[in-house]
């Protein structure tokens, strides 16, 4: 393989590694190389929004975060919903850990501390293979929009049930989420209280009154009002361009 195959594209890479002394050092060994950084995320939730608004070519991934989620958590998310290809790294190495990371169907999986040599073949093989099977990267992007925007500021996440205001997460419960959840289903269109009711609840007993003071506290914890009662048939999400289309 020619060592000149990533001089033919400067590709943007995600370094997903926690401990920061760590995913500087890669950034500059990367850089040396001559290869683009897309950016450097050491949390899950970090990785996954930027791979979201910015879409890189390739994500290096450290399989041990410190959080909840682990790198193996971020691959499968990136590659299912962007088929954007990984590169794993861990410190040690068994055989539960490989089968877990499989699942994200990683192009290659490397010990750390790896050679620059190691790495670059492995970064020139991902992409080469990558390329060969998929010729056109627009083709990769999801046809859906992951965001609605309900405002210029706030936007819901529909994959992670997240919203953010301003770009940074704002906290929802369990039934705020499952709320923006079912409206951000059908986005812009009337769902009846019953189908929200029962979505939220899963109860035998429908009580609008539950229903109503959910979205009474939620707008007041909010401090605006994204939904919107038509003629007392049901909610709907209040989006950006509605103002747009009176």
């Known amino acids: 393989m020619s060592s000149n195959l990533c001089s033919k594209k400067n590709f943007d890479i995600l370094i997903v590694e926690d401990e ?3 995913a500087m050092a890669m950034e500059l060994k990367l850089k040396k190389m ?3 950084i897309s950016g450097i995320a050491t949390t899950a939730e970090n990785a996954i929004r930027h791979t979201i608004n910015y879409y890189p070519d390739l994500a290096i991934v450290d399989i041990n975060l410190n959080s909840t989620k682990t790198g193996i958590d971020v691959a499968t998310y990136i590659w299912k919903n962007f088929n954007i290809p990984i590169i794993f790294l861990t410190s040690y190495y068994n055989d539960k850990i490989l089968n877990q990371a499989m699942e994200a169907e990683p192009y290659a999986y490397l010990i750390k501390p790896c050679r620059n040599e190691e790495l670059k073949v492995a970064i020139n093989t ?3 293979k990558h390329q060969f099977f998929f ?3 627009t083709l990769l992007k999801p046809n859906k929009t992951k965001f609605i ?3 210029k500021n706030i936007k819901f ?3 992670q049930l997240e919203l953010f205001i301003d770009e940074k997460p704002f906290y929802l419960t369990k039934t705020e989420k499952k709320l923006f959840e079912i409206l951000s289903l059908n986005a812009g269109k009337v769902v009846s209280f019953n189908t929200i009711f029962n979505f939220i609840y899963r109860e035998d007993v429908y009580d609008l009154s539950k229903l109503r003071s959910l979205i009474y506290r ?3 914890k909010l401090g605006f009002n994204p939904f919107e ?6 909610y709907r999400l209040k989006l950006e361009n509605d103002n747009e289309n009176i």
């Open 149 to 151: 925007n309900l405002t």
């Open 126 to 128: 991902t992409m080469h």
């Open 20 to 22: 920061s002394i760590l």
């Open 218 to 220: 939620l707008k007041n």
């Open 157 to 159: 996440d529909t994959i």
């Open 229 to 234: 009662n038509l003629y007392e048939e049901g």
């Open 135 to 137: 010729k056109n990267k």
């Open 34 to 36: 001559g290869f683009e």
